[in-house]
């Protein structure tokens, strides 16, 4: 079946240091992947569309230069949080679509970031 | 604003009944529907997917999904403490836009 994987799982820093969070699809090709970010208790909000070889659409309220995504192959797209502080603290979740079936989201196991 | 609207719950059913998760859209031109499991810290895991009118079944999944009420549900049956988690409905459109719902939260009681 269609896997996506992630990494980290789990990152702690310092403010003020920048943060890069990898996403892949190990067995298709994603040319459109997908941001989230999740409070806890809370819903899935969704950051950025990633399509591969051309800049990603941003959310309305969600700063690109902020959270910096890059989709440089079918397979791989990162998202770098910049100059983080510990309100960016949160649980990040890319997806892709196509992998297991026509417009059908598979997600990766997330990553927790907190910034101390 | 397309919509996609759960009752945050919790939905509480003791072991062994038939859970029923209901989800309305407000968007008449989507075309695909998604149920995903979400445990907590965990991220979402797919259940199904619908794209026609009627039932469709997977073990002890049943999706169902009514386009003319804009309506799609998901029934579990015999469930069980490990189905115990967030479900959220999610709905695409046909723009390379998923919306989801806000989730329901299913408490299945040993």
């Known amino acids: 079946g269609a896997v996506v994987s992630q990494h980290p799982s789990r990152v702690i820093c310092k403010s003020g240091t920048s943060v890069k969070i990898e996403c892949r699809s190990l067995?298709?090709?994603?040319?459109?992947m997908f941001w989230y970010r999740q409070f806890p208790k809370q819903s899935l909000m969704l950051m950025a569309t990633?399509?591969?070889?051309?800049?990603?659409?941003?959310e309305q309220g969600v700063e690109k230069d902020k959270f910096l995504i890059n989709h440089a192959s079918l397979t791989l797209s990162t998202l770098t949080v910049t100059s983080a502080h510990p309100e960016d603290s949160s649980f990040y979740i890319c997806?892709?679509?196509?992998?297991?079936?026509?417009?059908?989201?598979?997600f990766g196991a997330g990553s927790r970031l907190t910034v101390l | 604003q397309k919509e996609v609207e759960q009752n945050s719950g919790p939905l509480s059913v003791p072991e062994g009944a038939i859970a029923s998760l209901n989800c309305t859209y407000s968007?008449?031109?989507?075309?695909?529907f998604f149920w995903y499991r979400q445990y907590s810290g965990k991220s979402p895991e797919l259940i199904m997917f619908?794209?026609?009118?009627g039932d469709k079944e997977d073990g002890r999944f049943t999706a169902q999904l009514n386009k003319a009420s804009q309506y799609v549900s998901l029934l579990i049956r015999d469930s069980q403490p490990s189905d115990s988690a967030t479900y959220l409905c999610?709905?695409?459109?046909?723009?390379?836009?998923?919306?989801f719902g806000t989730g329901t939260r299913l408490k299945v009681l040993a």
């Open positions: 997806s892709a679509s196509g992998g297991a079936g026509a417009n059908v989201l598979t």
């Open positions: 067995d298709f090709q994603a040319t459109t």
């Open positions: 990633s399509n591969e070889g051309s800049k990603a659409t941003y």
């Open positions: 968007d008449r031109g989507s075309q695909s």
């Open positions: 619908i794209y026609s009118n």
């Open positions: 999610a709905v695409w459109s046909g723009t390379y836009k998923y919306i």
